[in-house]
């Protein structure tokens, strides 16, 4: 690890981390629920990592009233980094929020909130979940 101060590190790369964060827990769930297929587990993690599922997912828990404050702050710090990047298959608003969302879980990886981190993704795994059924 380095000094650097992760208060200052910007939204984006918050998000950066936080996607592939979020990605292995989900990754790991679908495995551990038995999914072994390639195309299957493919298919089923873009429930949960989807832009759409994702801003999805940051209404709920703001709605929910699930962020702490510090939480709050970083989120809108990666909503509204600018990106040089294009959303793919959604609208830039719908990308905006998945960034956000990204860059809290990015922010409690880099911190070392693990248990938080799990926490918020547990609850969101079961958000999806329940929405599917």
């Not at 949960?48 to 510090?70: D, G, P």
């Not at 909503?79 to 860059?103: C, L, P, Q, W």
Request: hydrophobic share 40%.
């Amino acid at each position: 690890m380095t000094n650097l101060d992760i208060n200052l590190i910007n939204g984006i790369a918050l998000a950066f981390e936080g996607d592939a964060v979020y990605s292995l827990y989900v990754r790991r769930h679908l495995i551990f629920q038995g999914q072994t297929k390639p195309n299957q587990l493919h298919r089923l993690a873009t429930k949960y990592v989807s832009a759409k599922a994702q801003a999805s997912l940051i209404t709920a828990m703001r709605e929910a009233q699930l962020l702490t404050e510090k939480e709050e702050e970083i989120y809108k710090r990666g909503r509204n980094a600018s990106t040089h990047t294009k959303a793919k298959n959604t609208d830039v608003i719908t990308y905006k929020m998945s960034t956000g969302f990204e860059a809290v879980l990015g922010y409690l990886h880099m911190t070392e909130q693990i248990e938080r981190l799990e926490e918020l993704i547990n609850w969101c795994i079961e958000v999806v979940e329940e929405e599917g059924r």
